[in-house]
């Protein structure tokens, strides 16, 4: 008789199909939100006749959109899911090492009856979501995450507790001239120190250590593994499987029987069921609200104007106001490495309007930077030291700026 494991995570669909124990086949894909569709599909590609008998479990973050309509079919828990799938895997498993796209768990004791367990919260820092974020503001693609760590040659010191503060250190890393491979390491070990710190504490980790779930496909992330946690190459096991011991602890705990028909028959009926309910209310705008661009003049005033810079972790704003408050001109640009420079805008709305470019040497945030001399005859070029006092040159007049500790 067929065993049928199905694993439905925060972002991936993982299906296990074992007959009298052995794994017959692997199924994998991203649900993009809808992991029913998603499942139905893999159905359909086992290989196995469509009346044929199987014994069902389902388990996973959205087991409960499926459970929700189709009681019949029964569940495991996701941590017993986890330990009886390592059990199979990996028979000598002290403790496991558990991070998927939102979740982040650690299991140890694991050769005990009870073994002992803890689990991040709502906030997914330390996952796999984490890294896709962090990807994302380095304008890299989330599969070359360990080919890239494979060319760092250090290990900066960054934040891995929240997103948000990971992306103004890699901001500041960035403008102190940090490679990205480099940055992108010393995400994997701020995460892993944090996870050691916030979800393992005080727990014994027992050796050997199982690491599973999506985040193995991270080369980086192994080797912080290895390096905050002290393991050698055989106390830290990473099975080819990795991504898949839920699903084969369900599987494993299957019940039931069923045939393809029928789950193709209760899957549709769940997405219906889905389809007919209804979300949260659509947000509106507030009267009066406008979303609009601001209008500027275009005019550069004879008197001269205000320029004003803030360099935030993730923007950077110039906005040229007249003696008079009027805004002249503006500009939006995401924050990137260097220094500043200010140059005359070719094919700007007038002639003397200036751009604003990030190069070279480091520029912490700033509110109002300098005041522009009405006569913008060349270009100016600002550089300063990391760490050091703002040096402007002599065509900027020094007018206020953010006060640090």
């Known amino acids: 008789m067929y065993s049928l494991g199905m694993d ?28 029913l569709l998603c499942l139905r599909q893999g159905l359909s590609e086992l290989a196995i006749g469509r009346d044929e008998t199987l014994a069902v479990c389902v388990t996973g ?3 409960g959109a499926l459970l929700e309509r189709c009681p019949v079919l029964s569940e495991l828990g996701e941590i017993p899911a ?35 367990f803890a689990a991040n919260e709502h906030c997914a820092g330390g996952t796999g979501s984490f890294f896709e974020d962090q990807m994302s503001r380095v304008g890299c693609k989330l599969e070359d995450y360990s080919a890239l760590v494979e060319q760092a040659q250090s290990i900066p010191r960054l934040s891995g507790r929240c997103a948000v503060f990971a992306k103004t250190d890699i901001i500041h890393r960035q403008q102190e001239g940090v490679s990205t491979p480099d940055i992108l390491l010393g995400l994997c070990y701020a995460m892993i120190h944090n996870y050691k710190a916030t979800i393992v504490r005080r727990l014994p980790v027992c050796k050997p250590v199982v690491f ?19 393991l050698t190459e055989e106390e830290l096991i990473v099975p080819e499987e990795s991504r898949f011991e839920a699903a084969i602890g369900a599987a494993c705990k299957a019940e039931g029987a069923f ?17 007919t309910t209804t979300g949260l209310p659509r947000l509106e705008l507030l009267p009066g609200t406008d979303l609009s661009e601001p209008k500027a ?24 106001v007249g003696p008079e408050g009027e805004l002249v001109d503006f500009q939006y640009l995401r924050t990137a490495t260097g220094g500043l420079f200010l140059y005359k805008r070719t094919g700007a709305r007038c002639a003397d309007l200036v751009h604003l470019e990030i190069h070279d040497f480091a520029v912490f945030q700033a509110d109002v930077f300098a005041v522009l001399p009405a006569d913008l005859k060349d270009s100016i070029h600002l550089r300063h030291p990391v760490r050091s006092a703002f040096c402007l040159c002599r065509d900027l007049v020094p007018h206020g700026r953010r006060s640090r500790p």
């Not at 599973?212 to 002290?230: E, L, M």
């Open 297 to 320: 003049t275009g005019i550069l005033p004879e008197k001269g104007c205000a320029l004003g810079i803030d360099i935030g972790s993730t923007s950077t704003d110039l906005v040229l």
């Open 8 to 35: 439905l995570g925060t972002s991936t669909v993982k299906i296990v199909l074992m007959q009298n124990g052995t794994v017959e086949k692997y199924w994998l894909a991203v649900h993009h939100g809808r992991p």
């Open 61 to 63: 973050d959205n087991a």
């Open 82 to 116: 986890i330990v009886e799938g390592v059990r199979r895997l990996v028979p000598q498993a002290g403790s496991i090492i558990e991070i998927g796209s939102q979740g982040a768990r650690f299991i140890t004791e694991v050769q005990s009856r009870t073994p002992q």
């Open 212 to 230: 599973c779930g999506g985040v193995t496909c991270n080369s980086g992330v192994i080797r912080a593994i290895r390096d905050v946690f002290d």
């Open 259 to 275: 045939t393809l028909a029928q789950l193709d028959a209760l899957l549709n009926d769940a997405m219906a069921t889905r389809s």
